[in-house]
């Protein structure tokens, strides 16, 4: 089936080398065949949207936060060195631009200061908001800084909530949100508070919190990187 006809093409100039189709299509698709008329070179194909989403089975421990179950970053504030949406993506992490890299804070003081728990004293954080693939209890998160050995961040939060519209906000083509948007989702409750994370390492968590969550914060403190998070819990009614 056709989904877009015969469509010119600009050359590889700057001002003409994108050419963007946006499509009204209700369809689901496995695969695309694209035609070149009549030869020629394309340097890349790029096609968006949102995936149809598998059957979880519920009362199993399910990775929520995997992109192949359908979760998705819906706000990030920094992706300076790499893109938030790396941290769904199934599987080790290849390097450190296959994770989640911010920049470093400017306004870092000449002199670090730490709690009572020989924590950072947050002087800025860098933070995401993914909309997990089913509404859920949360049993298990695992921070992954896998290659960051130098610059993974000190330590992290994780906070969620319950958006009462969670089925209608996931039909909707709506891709990003901004963090004014994020707020208003439902109430927003600690899951993790700030705890420290390892260099170069898979940072496991259990957690006791009989909530339901549709969305997670996650906040790195300062900034830094993280490879992968893997939030895993038993999807609910």
């Excluded at 000449?110 to 859920?136: E, F, Q, R």
């Excluded at 208003?184 to 339901?212: C, M, P, R, Y």
Aim: net charge positive; aromatic share 8%.
């Amino acid at each position: 089936k056709t989904i877009v006809s015969d469509t010119k093409l600009g050359a590889g100039n700057e001002a003409t080398r994108f050419t963007y189709v946006s499509l009204n299509e209700k369809n689901n698709w496995t695969h695309l065949r694209i035609n070149m008329l009549p030869d020629g070179g394309i340097a890349r194909i790029r096609v968006h949207g949102i995936p149809k989403i598998p059957k979880l089975q519920k009362n199993k421990l399910v990775n929520l936060s995997s992109m192949f179950n359908g979760a998705r970053v819906i706000y990030f504030n920094d992706s300076f060195f790499s893109h938030a949406n790396n941290l769904l993506v199934p599987g080790k992490s290849k390097n450190m631009h296959d994770g989640w890299e911010t920049a470093r804070k400017l306004n870092r003081p000449k002199t670090l200061k730490v709690n009572k728990n020989n924590l950072l004293v947050p002087y800025g954080k860098d933070w995401c908001v993914i909309m997990l693939a089913a509404p859920a209890v949360i049993e298990q998160v695992e921070v992954d800084t896998t290659h960051f050995k130098g610059n993974p961040p000190e330590s992290f939060t994780l906070e969620g909530c319950f958006d009462k519209n969670y089925e209608t906000n996931r039909a909707k083509d709506k891709y990003l949100y901004t963090n004014k948007e994020c707020n208003k989702l439902g109430e927003w409750k600690k899951i993790k508070s700030q705890t420290k994370v390892k260099a170069n390492s898979n940072n496991v968590f259990k957690i006791d919190n009989k909530n339901k969550f549709t969305h997670v914060r996650l906040s790195i403190i300062p900034d830094g990187g993280v490879s992968r998070l893997r939030i895993k819990g038993k999807i609910v009614n």
